[in-house]
């Protein structure tokens, strides 16, 4: 079974340009997390869906990002215009169903000058 | 507020000494709990996890945790460490249904020859 996986691995931006990163969950699984990891931090969530629809983006700076899974299988996430504080990796997670674990993917680095 | 809370940033250990690593939490009724492991520009890996039943739970590599309710805690045991154990660890923690996780700060581990 192939596991969570995400594009690009590295991106380097000046302030107020534009990325997409894009993950692709495990097959089957039907709930898709976000996480923005700043260096030397715990992982903190920025958006999940369950199958197209979005369970909770409470803590996604709205003015700027936006995520999307528009057939509930692979989904993006895209900064607007990116700042500084910005710079972290964003992780992709999935799960199968309640109860189940999250698996993750390799994240993608994102620095932005 | 829930929260998870890794008081130790940073633990250096000898090959093949014991290791504790410290994890207390935040939360309203019982959580479930999460001990995850970050290897250099690799996404989060599950150790253990507690949802329910003997306090102690085995994980991978040797690894254990130990729910203990009355002090609000899930720490990490490990009888003999290997270098290949140098890594981050993530605490966290979740509400009934593990829909959302919310992460430790993270303790890097090295381990010297």
């Known amino acids: 079974e192939a596991g969570v996986t995400q594009s690009p691995r590295y991106a380097v931006l000046q302030e107020g340009q534009a990325v997409s990163f894009w993950c692709d969950p495990i097959?089957?699984?039907?709930?898709l997390y976000w996480y923005q990891q700043p260096r030397d931090q715990g992982p903190q969530l920025l958006v999940y869906?369950?199958?197209?629809?979005?369970?909770?983006n409470s803590q996604l700076p709205s003015d700027r990002f936006s995520a999307v899974r528009p057939k509930g299988t692979n989904s993006t996430l895209k900064i607007q215009s990116a700042k500084q504080g910005d710079t972290a990796t964003y992780l992709c997670a999935s799960r199968r169903d309640s109860y189940a674990e999250q698996f993750f993917g390799p994240g993608t680095r994102l620095t932005v000058l | 507020a829930q929260s998870v809370t890794q008081p130790d940033a940073r633990v250096t250990v000898s090959e093949g000494a014991s290791l504790q690593l410290r994890c207390k939490y935040s939360?309203?009724?019982?959580?479930?709990l999460f001990w995850y492991v970050q290897y250099p520009r690799q996404g989060l890996q599950l150790l253990l996890k507690y949802y329910s039943g003997d306090p102690v739970v085995q994980g991978v590599n040797g690894f254990e945790a130990e729910f203990i309710k009355s002090n609000s805690s899930f720490h990490l045991r490990k009888a003999s460490v290997h270098w290949s154990d140098s890594a981050v660890y993530f605490c966290a923690a979740s509400g009934y249904g593990n829909e959302k996780i919310t992460f430790g700060a993270g303790t890097k581990l090295t381990i010297k020859p």
């Open positions: 939360y309203s009724g019982t959580p479930y």
């Open positions: 097959s089957g699984h039907d709930t």
């Open positions: 869906f369950r199958d197209e629809a979005v369970i909770d």
